[in-house]
């Protein structure tokens, strides 16, 4: 156990609707990370929030936003979902960006 | 860019054997870390080892340790004793140590452990 959580675990939903993946980091940890992987993609990185902010963003899609709250738990809406949008999204914590990142145990999207 | 490139899409060993994973890296940069994470069926990806860029020793933890040339840009990751629990996916990544904080993964290694 990582001690990052993500709720859901599973989620199915239908194209062209909208659903929020919500992740906790371990306690202490500043920064948070999300990351997709699909099968045709590989891992790839989305978006990094530190503290509250925006620190880097990666391959993420406009209709993809992310947001960190002051309690430092972070959510990740994805909308207007398509059938590609189907992968698994982890969400990972570090205590500072340079530091080693944990991965929570990841949201299975399936997009029908 | 960075790029980190693992050439060895599947393998396999049998239980109790040694088994060296490969990787490779690109970087004009000289203040990294590189990692190596293990993903079994259950799709959780665990961290195995971290190796500091400046440091000169290789990496160990436990059964688990990194031959690494960073001259040659090469990171491989050696499990002795190999037992069936190691049976997952495994992924070599990288992240700079100044500069976008995110990490590059490899396309990763299938391992299976054979009883």
């Known amino acids: 156990d990582s001690g990052v959580t993500q709720t859901p675990k599973h989620l199915i939903t239908a194209t062209g609707q909208r659903v929020t993946l919500r992740c906790s980091p371990r306690s202490g940890d500043l920064s948070v990370y999300w990351y997709q992987q699909s099968l045709d993609q590989g891992l790839q990185f989305l978006i990094q929030?530190?503290?509250?902010?925006?620190?880097a963003k990666g391959n993420i899609l406009e209709r993809f936003s992310a947001q960190q709250f002051p309690d430092l738990h972070s959510e990740l809406n994805l909308s207007s979902l398509e059938l590609g949008d189907s992968a698994l999204y982890f969400c990972?914590?570090?205590?500072?960006?340079?530091?080693?990142?944990?991965f929570g145990p990841g949201t299975r999207l399936l997009v029908l | 860019a960075q790029t980190v490139t693992q050439s060895q899409p599947e393998m396999s060993v049998q239980e109790a054997e040694t088994v060296t994973l490969s990787c490779t890296y690109d970087?004009?940069?000289?203040?990294?870390?590189l990692f190596w994470y293990k993903q079994p069926p259950s799709r959780q990806m665990i961290l195995v080892i971290r190796q500091e860029a400046y440091k000169q020793q290789n990496a160990t933890e436990n059964r688990f340790s990194v031959n690494f040339q960073k001259a040659a840009k090469s990171f491989s990751l050696k499990i002795s004793d190999s037992q069936l629990g190691d049976t997952a996916m495994y992924f070599c990544?990288?992240?700079?140590?100044?500069?976008?904080?995110?990490?590059?993964f490899g396309t990763g290694t299938r391992l299976t452990i054979i009883p």
């Open positions: 990544a990288f992240i700079l140590l100044f500069g976008n904080e995110k990490l590059t």
């Open positions: 970087t004009s940069e000289n203040n990294y870390y």
């Open positions: 990972a914590s570090s205590v500072d960006g340079r530091e080693t990142q944990y």
């Open positions: 929030y530190y503290n509250g902010e925006e620190r």
